[in-house]
């Protein structure tokens, strides 16, 4: 088996052996470790291009550690390189514009996730949104949930967090290891689909926890999780939880767990939920990568306003798939756990 380069040949612009790779690169890279259990020695898992945005023209490796197992992006974009691979039409910014099925379907989702959370959601609780993208989740807690309640909302697109504090939510702008947040602080902590992206798990997970209030303060967490019907059929190109080159790290449930520990993180409940945007952006990559008209394509993009027809009944369909397979088998491609803080 082709073994990937270990840690110190990834030395940025001195790499040999990805040298064929780098001559064609748009974006600078740096070398990352396991954050899970810091190994450096991994194996080739998939190489992958932006079939999603087209971003850049350059081709990305997933590896997978060889004590843990767990797949990493390496190398992977730099933090000052972001810009370039996050465009301003990348959906988490602009979801909520317009009414797609996938604001629709998202909608619905949340409304279901705010009253299974309205146990921890009492009246006056502080609540922040760590990576916010459009402010959905916020926009629908003020919606929907108690008047009362302290919304604060961090997240890197300025445009987005004006917006919200147009409306009340108290706003932490950059990068969520950078702000001054008040330590145990807040009842409820969302990270919804964010860690993935970030360099550095496990210090944003550190600073999640000293947020959080000790004994009744939850932290809910989202991420992408390769397991499941979506990941088997698509994992050896176009799974969209892949996601290239903008998720950095594809956890399972034990690699959180065991992150969350290094913190002083319990965990309170593990489950998976339906992901039927992740089945049709799959499908969506795959027709992007096979240059299929557009014509075509464009029935398949949840995005679409008005919704196509096809999008409408593939998201209904998956759903179901889902609901089926989470059920059954406890697997889907979203991971959602919820934390408090233990006792060390
Ligand atoms: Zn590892």
Redesign the pocket.
């Known amino acids: 088996m082709y073994r990937f380069p270990i840690h110190e040949e990834l030395v940025e612009g001195e790499i040999t052996i990805l040298q064929e790779a780098i001559a064609k690169e748009t974006v600078a890279v740096e070398p990352s470790d ?1 954050p ?4 450096n020695e991994a194996s080739s898992f998939v190489r992958l291009s932006d079939y999603e945005y087209s971003t850049v023209d350059q081709s990305f490796a997933f590896v997978s ?1 060889q ?4 797949l990493r992006l390496n190398p992977r974009p730099r933090v000052d390189q972001f810009n370039k691979i996050y465009p301003s039409n990348y959906h988490p910014f602009n979801f909520s514009k317009g009414k797609s099925i996938g604001y629709w379907a998202r909608d619905l989702r949340d409304r279901l996730i705010i009253r299974k959370y309205r146990k921890y959601l009492l009246p006056g609780a502080r609540v922040i949104d760590v990576g916010c993208g459009d402010g959905g989740f916020l926009k629908l807690l003020k919606k929907y949930g108690h008047r009362s309640y302290e919304l604060s909302a961090c997240d890197l697109n300025d445009a987005i967090l004006n917006d919200l504090e147009s409306e009340g939510v108290r706003i932490y702008a950059g990068d969520f290891l950078e702000q001054e947040v008040p330590a145990a602080y807040f009842d409820f902590v969302v990270c919804f689909h964010t860690l993935e992206h970030v360099p550095d798990p496990v210090s944003m997970l550190k600073k999640l926890a000293s947020s959080l209030k000790p004994n009744q303060g939850k932290l809910v967490l989202q991420v992408p999780t390769p397991r499941g019907l979506n990941w088997l059929i698509f994992k050896g190109k176009y799974w969209s939880g892949y996601h290239t080159p903008r998720h950095f790290w594809l956890f399972c449930f034990e690699h959180i767990e065991q992150m969350a520990k290094q913190v002083g993180l319990r965990v309170v409940t593990a489950r998976t939920i339906p992901s039927p945007g992740f089945w049709m952006q799959s499908i969506l990559n795959m027709l992007n990568d096979l240059d299929v008209r557009p014509k075509i394509k464009k029935h398949f993009d949840i995005n679409q306003k008005p919704t196509p027809f096809i999008s409408l009944v593939g998201l209904t369909f998956f759903t179901l798939v889902d609901i089926l397979q989470s059920l059954i088998f406890h697997k889907t491609d979203t991971l959602e756990i919820i934390f408090e803080k233990s006792d060390i």
């Open positions: 396991c899970v259990c810091q190994g550690c004590r843990c197992a767990l």
